[in-house]
Nanobody, 117 residues
């Protein structure tokens, strides 16, 4: 079993920055992908950014150049640095741990990010 815990959300004004953190524990294989998804009210959950243990990254076009994902493999922790936040970034942000060899996804409980104009 894998436990996933996010932190770092909050309410900020447009143009501000926030940093999200996510720590995973439990039966985490050495090869995994950790990342962030978000879901705004009335919308489907969408990918924000992911990063593999090998360092490969994937970003949504809407956040490229503003958000940066990083991770500490030794701590099984992933971070999302969000700069130049916009009101349309408002959503619940979920941390995801994907273990390809098991074809399994684990999710955190989500953390609210609200950006006022």
């Amino acid at each position: 079993q894998v436990q996933v815990v996010e932190s770092g959300g909050g309410l900020v004004q447009a143009g501000a920055s926030l940093r999200l953190s996510c720590a995973a524990s439990g039966s985490i294989f050495s090869s995994n992908v950790m990342g962030w998804y978000r879901q705004a009210p009335g919308k489907k959950r969408e990918l924000v950014a992911t990063m593999s243990t090998g360092g490969n990254t994937n970003y949504a076009d809407s956040v490229k150049g503003r958000f940066a994902i990083s991770r500490d493999n030794a701590k099984n922790t992933v971070y999302l640095q969000m700069n130049s936040l916009k009101p349309e970034d408002t959503a619940v942000y979920y941390c995801n741990v994907r273990i390809p060899i098991l074809v399994r996804d684990y999710w955190g409980q989500g953390t609210q990010v609200s950006v006022s104009s």
